[in-house]
């Protein structure tokens, strides 16, 4: 039997302390320069160079990212250094894609500094996956969006991207009443073009913001967009830059956009994965 409960960790209310991260200060004033372009299919193609020069700028490698390599991508964590957070870690894999070999990789790295890593995943194609996450956690049968139904979606099979009718939960439900976790100390994203739906879930005073939940880490798949998902990106990226809260690291474009996100304006994340002596 498999039993969801929240792991213990200090609590503290989201944004509590405005934590000072010299290398997000350095990382954000060099974006804010760049976003000005007006351009959305520019902005798209100019992205991964931007960030790449930025975090260059910024000297993103003292965060002390990890590699986390899949069958067919890259992913990056970064390890708890503060022992006063306790042992437990959640990870949230949304869009398992019948591959875990990150997952298992990062979950090596925890055990090896005595840390606990939890998994939750889901995916609505049972066929490999539902057997293959249940070996390293929980599996929930369906895919997640900015809304809850039946309909057709995107969905990678065989090497292939297809038409499926498959059940969607909508994230914010997922997170808050099915998980009942308010603290997800990394989520993998990969919701196959849904992801646009879920922007909002990212912005000061969100959905998640109005609940008490935060996460600190996330791996982003951007898909492949048309002009109109190009300018929704632009201004999704405009609006984090705005806000100060997530740096945006190791972007690559590659027909889709892979991201890397941290939360830099919770201190429950700053002071659990960061180093003190970048922040104090």
Same mark, same amino acid.
């Given at each position: 039997?498999?039993? *969801?409960?929240?792991?213990?960790?200090? @609590? =503290? !209310?989201?944004a509590e302390l405005n934590?000072?991260?010299? *290398?997000?200060?350095?990382w954000s004033?060099?974006m %804010?320069?760049?976003?000005s372009e007006t351009?959305?299919k520019?902005?798209?193609?100019?992205?991964?160079?931007?960030?790449? =020069? #930025?975090d260059?700028?910024?000297?993103i490698? %003292?965060l002390?990212?990890?590699s986390l390599?899949?069958?067919d991508e890259?992913k +990056?964590?970064i390890l708890p250094?503060?022992e006063?957070y306790?042992?437990d870690n959640v990870l949230v894999?949304?869009?398992?894609?019948k591959?875990i070999?990150? =997952?298992?990789?990062?979950?090596?790295?925890m055990?090896?500094?005595g840390?606990n890593?939890t998994?939750y995943g889901?995916?609505p194609?049972t066929?490999v996956?539902a057997?293959?996450?249940s070996t390293?956690?929980?599996y929930f049968?369906?895919?997640?969006?900015?809304?809850?139904?039946y309909?057709?979606?995107?969905?990678?099979?065989?090497? !292939?991207y297809m038409k499926?009718d498959v059940?969607?939960?909508?994230?914010?439900y997922?997170?808050d009443r099915i998980l009942k976790?308010k !603290?997800?100390d990394? *989520?993998?994203l990969?919701?196959e073009g849904a992801?646009?739906g879920?922007f909002?879930?990212? +912005?000061k !005073?969100g959905?998640?913001?109005?609940?008490?939940i935060?996460?600190c880490?996330m791996?982003? =798949?951007?898909h492949?967009?048309?002009?109109? %998902?190009k @300018?929704?990106?632009?201004?999704?990226? %405009?609006?984090l830059?705005?806000?100060?809260?997530?740096?945006?690291? @190791?972007?690559r474009?590659?027909?889709?956009m892979r991201?890397?996100?941290?939360n830099?304006?919770?201190?429950y #994340?700053v002071?659990k994965?960061?180093?003190?002596?970048?922040?104090?």
């Amino acid at each position: 039997m498999y039993i *969801i409960q929240q792991p213990s960790t200090e @609590k =503290e !209310t989201i944004a509590e302390l405005n934590t000072n991260v010299v *290398i997000f200060n350095k990382w954000s004033s060099c974006m %804010k320069e760049k976003v000005s372009e007006t351009d959305h299919k520019a902005f798209w193609d100019k992205f991964q160079q931007w960030t790449d =020069e #930025c975090d260059k700028w910024a000297d993103i490698d %003292k965060l002390g990212l990890v590699s986390l390599k899949n069958l067919d991508e890259m992913k +990056y964590g970064i390890l708890p250094v503060n022992e006063n957070y306790g042992s437990d870690n959640v990870l949230v894999t949304l869009g398992v894609g019948k591959d875990i070999d990150a =997952e298992v990789h990062y979950k090596k790295k925890m055990n090896e500094i005595g840390r606990n890593l939890t998994f939750y995943g889901a995916d609505p194609i049972t066929d490999v996956n539902a057997d293959l996450y249940s070996t390293i956690g929980k599996y929930f049968p369906f895919a997640i969006g900015g809304d809850g139904g039946y309909s057709t979606a995107s969905v990678y099979v065989n090497g !292939t991207y297809m038409k499926r009718d498959v059940v969607h939960v909508d994230l914010v439900y997922f997170f808050d009443r099915i998980l009942k976790i308010k !603290t997800y100390d990394n *989520i993998w994203l990969d919701a196959e073009g849904a992801e646009y739906g879920l922007f909002d879930i990212f +912005y000061k !005073t969100g959905p998640l913001d109005k609940r008490g939940i935060r996460f600190c880490q996330m791996s982003l =798949e951007v898909h492949m967009p048309d002009d109109n %998902k190009k @300018k929704k990106f632009m201004q999704f990226i %405009k609006t984090l830059i705005n806000e100060n809260r997530f740096g945006m690291h @190791k972007n690559r474009l590659v027909g889709h956009m892979r991201m890397y996100l941290f939360n830099y304006d919770d201190s429950y #994340c700053v002071r659990k994965f960061l180093s003190k002596s970048l922040y104090e």
